[in-house]
């Protein structure tokens, strides 16, 4: 089965700062992955995704690029603010199914 | 547009007794997909169904556990005899239908058992 790997697990910027948050997949036939955030007490609210047959996907601060060669993906946010403090979560889906990494807690300091 | 609603919120069990989670998809949404998470965890999937039917169901343990999509009302993840390890918070994500592959979370129900 499918095996998302998620990096770093814990990330703390400076407010204005850049973050990238890293994923790697293991099935190539994964062709759809989401990105969520998760405020502590609530639901996953999904935020971006891209397909496999798409490079780079990009709205507003927050972009998506995806390597199927490698089978990476990555989440990259500008000019953070506080208020993106949250749990992110990368998946990929194969079949019907996601498959989620572990987390990642983003902590932006004011 | 209402969106994933899921209840009860909170729910605490004795070891032992059921435990009857339920899930109403957005509008217009016929899948529904049940998912776990442990305590600092990412999510691990359990089942997906249509209507009236189970199309996936190779995440959910197999005994104690049921999932079932009505033609009419909510979903239901039922967890019989609960144990201590069945601690989590059940998330349910609904989509549209076939071929469109968001997937929009619901709050969340946290199960405790004591």
């Known amino acids: 089965g499918e095996n998302v790997e998620q990096h770093p697990s814990t990330l703390s910027v400076q407010e204005g700062d850049s973050a990238v948050i890293k994923c790697t997949y293991s099935?190539?036939?994964?062709?759809?992955f989401p990105w969520y955030k998760q405020e502590l007490g609530k639901g996953p609210q999904l935020i971006i995704d891209i397909r496999s047959n798409v490079g780079e996907k990009k709205d507003q601060r927050i972009a998506v690029t995806l390597n199927k060669t490698a089978k990476h993906f990555s989440l990259h946010i500008t000019e953070t603010q506080p208020e993106d403090s949250a749990v992110y979560f990368c998946?990929?889906?194969?079949?019907?199914?996601?498959?989620f990494g572990e987390g990642t807690q983003l902590t932006v300091n004011p | 547009n209402a969106g994933v609603m899921q209840n009860p919120r909170h729910l605490v069990r004795r070891r032992g007794q059921e435990a009857r989670l339920r899930c109403s998809p957005m509008k217009g949404h016929s899948h529904v997909y049940w998912y776990r998470q442990l305590p600092e965890e990412g999510l691990k999937f359990m089942v997906y169904l249509q209507k009236e039917n189970i199309i996936d169901e190779s995440g959910m343990p197999k005994e104690r556990f049921s999932a079932e999509f009505p033609k009419e009302g909510p979903s239901i993840l039922r967890i019989q005899q609960v144990v201590r390890g069945d601690s989590a918070a059940y998330f349910c994500?609904?989509?549209?239908?076939?071929?469109?592959?968001?997937?929009?979370f619901g709050p969340g129900t946290r199960l405790t058992v004591t």
């Open positions: 994500a609904s989509s549209p239908g076939t071929g469109v592959y968001e997937q929009y």
């Open positions: 099935d190539s036939a994964s062709n759809y």
């Open positions: 998946a990929a889906r194969s079949g019907s199914r996601l498959t």
